[in-house]
């Protein structure tokens, strides 16, 4: 599976965002799917997951309220809408792709994409 993430920018506090995270291949109905982000100088955190058929989804407590992962198996792609922006979300959200079950841990992912940085201003 190869991960494309796009949709980062620079936004001002209270502003909003949507990442989207295209995959290709056809088995992406049968990974869990994630959101991690990583800011200078710390370690790469989690942000949000959803289960292979979207019907779980887990947050982050710090963008629990404000951030809703969704997807779309037709599409083969994975969205995260963040809304009320603060400027402790500024950093690189990766995508990533899990084949076991839905975790919030960054080891057992088994693919990533590239990243695309969130920048907010504010």
């Known amino acids: 599976v190869q991960l494309q993430a796009s949709g980062g920018g620079l936004v001002q506090a209270g502003g909003s965002l949507r990442l989207s995270c295209a995959a290709s291949?056809?088995?992406?109905?049968?990974?869990?799917m994630g959101w991690f982000r990583q800011a200078p100088g710390k370690e790469r955190e989690f942000v949000a997951a959803i289960s292979w058929s979207g019907g779980s989804t887990y947050y982050a407590d710090s963008v629990k309220g404000r951030f809703t992962i969704s997807r779309d198996n037709a599409k083969n792609t994975v969205y995260l809408q963040m809304n009320s922006l603060k400027p402790e979300d500024t950093a690189v959200y990766y995508c990533a792709a899990d084949h076991g079950a839905t975790t919030t841990m960054v080891g057992p992912y088994d693919y990533w994409g590239q990243g695309t940085q969130v920048t907010v201003s504010s």
């Open positions: 291949g056809r088995t992406f109905s049968s990974y869990a």
